[in-house]
């Protein structure tokens, strides 16, 4: 067992011999001499505690997986701060790249929103200056029927007039000729009378 405290007794012990008796002597320690593990009292330094429990987890480690029968696996290394700012750029890449697909499809859903709306009220438009040229064209229609109506009233009534007016010419023809014959038979009668 490693005991820190003998060691560094034992180099004091031999360092003050040397110096009294001014020439080197093997160090030569009777079971007396040596201290008791009791009486030393021993602070370890803080790199010796860090790597004995170090030390201490790699056993019971090794044990553990000696006891689990399955492989030791060491953990992956820290990623470098290169990778970690490389990583946090793609994703943050990804996702304004997701944010610009989605601000572009709604920018294209109200496009065609506002163009499937403008085809719709120039339908409507046309529509309506349809039904205006038409009524105006059922309402020309119907003038001019009634224009065409009058006009034949006119003609018909003309027409009569045309025909009593030949009755009435021929009438007087009549009458005429009858004057004519009338004129002549009392000359007739005067001829018989002097006869």
Not at 8 to 32: I, K
Not at 151 to 168: C, F, I, P, W
Request: glycine residues 4%; proline residues 5%.
């Amino acid at each position: 067992m490693y005991q820190p405290a003998v060691i560094e007794a034992a180099h004091e012990f031999s360092f003050s011999d040397s110096l009294c008796a001014g020439s080197y002597s093997p160090l030569t320690l009777t079971p007396v001499e040596l201290p008791h593990q009791d009486s030393v009292h021993f602070t370890p330094s803080k790199w010796l505690v860090d790597e004995e429990e170090g030390e201490e987890k790699d056993h019971v480690l090794g044990d553990t997986a000696a006891h689990a029968g399955a492989p030791r696996v060491e953990a992956d290394p820290p990623k470098d701060h290169f990778d970690l700012v490389g990583e946090a750029l793609y994703r943050s890449q990804l996702l304004t790249n997701e944010k610009l697909q989605e601000e572009n499809a709604q920018l294209r859903k109200q496009n065609e929103e506002a163009e499937l709306q403008q085809w719709k009220s120039e339908n409507e438009k046309l529509r309506s200056e349809d039904s205006l040229a038409l009524n105006s064209a059922k309402s020309n229609a119907r003038l001019a029927s009634d224009y065409l109506t009058k006009a034949a009233q006119e003609a018909e009534s003309s027409v009569k007039q045309l025909l009593s007016g030949t009755e009435t010419l021929r009438l007087v023809s009549n009458l005429l000729k009858s004057i004519d014959r009338i004129s002549e038979l009392p000359h007739q009668d005067k001829d018989n009378d002097d006869s």
